[in-house]
């Protein structure tokens, strides 16, 4: 079956340091791959999307590019902020599949001054 | 605008009530899922439906858990004889169409803990 892989966290990570947190994926065929982010408190944000291989999405500072030679959808910000602490998910879903999503396990990113 | 709404915001149950949960998508969405997020987990998919259709109920993880949106809006969970292991965040969701890559909003969830 279809499936996401996240590193495990939390992360902390000082002010304007850089980010990345690994998402890799198992699926066949070709999904669309997306960023999710929960902020403490809030409901879950669709962060950014790539629908195709090689396809870069960004929203907010934050980028991830689908790769489908290493089946995976890095996210990565150059220089992250305190507002940028939250839960962040990775996950995929496939058109003919009505796109449920399947989600990682999330990864908790703190960010201190 | 309005988004996803769900309530109860909380529910506490006790082992073997049933429970019902509310979702209100946004106004005109023809898609909606239901997810189940365990503490420290991702949310899993539950169902899905397209207007008032049940195309997918794949994720529901036994006969006590039954879903309906009879007029392909508002959606309600229900949960039948609750026992511990259901307790977790129940997310709706809803999206414009049923492309792959529309966008799903989430609701706030409803966050069950059943003793």
């Known amino acids: 079956g279809n499936s996401v892989t996240q590193m495990e966290g939390p992360v902390t990570l000082s002010e304007e340091a850089f980010l990345t947190i690994n998402c890799t994926y198992t699926?066949?065929?070709?999904?669309?791959l997306f960023w999710y982010v929960q902020y403490p408190g809030e409901g879950l944000q669709l962060l950014l999307k790539?629908?195709?291989?090689?396809d870069k999405g960004s929203n907010k500072g934050f980028e991830a590019t689908y790769r489908k030679e290493t089946t995976s959808f890095h996210l990565e910000k150059g220089s992250v902020q305190v507002s940028d602490s939250a839960v962040y998910f990775c996950?995929?879903?496939?058109?003919?599949?009505?796109?449920?999503?399947?989600f990682g396990t999330g990864t908790q990113l703190k960010v201190e001054l | 605008g309005a988004g996803v709404s769900q309530s109860p915001r909380y529910k506490v149950a006790k082992r073997g009530q049933d429970v019902a949960l509310r979702c209100d998508p946004i106004?005109?969405?023809?898609?909606l899922f239901w997810y189940q997020q365990a503490l420290g987990q991702g949310p899993e998919f539950l169902t899905y439906?397209?207007?008032?259709?049940?195309?997918?109920k794949s994720g529901l993880p036994s006969d006590r858990f039954f879903a309906e949106r009879p007029e392909g809006s508002v959606s309600t969970l229900k949960i039948q004889r609750t026992q511990q292991e259901d307790s977790a965040v129940y997310l709706c969701?809803?999206?414009?169409?049923?492309?792959?890559?529309?966008?799903?909003?989430f609701g706030p969830g409803t966050r069950l803990t059943v003793t």
């Open positions: 790539a629908t195709k291989a090689d």
């Open positions: 699926a066949t065929g070709y999904p669309s």
């Open positions: 106004s005109g969405h023809v898609s």
């Open positions: 969701a809803s999206s414009l169409s049923g492309g792959g890559s529309n966008e799903q909003y």
């Open positions: 439906f397209q207007n008032e259709a049940q195309l997918d």
């Open positions: 996950a995929l879903s496939f058109t003919g599949g009505g796109n449920k999503l399947t």
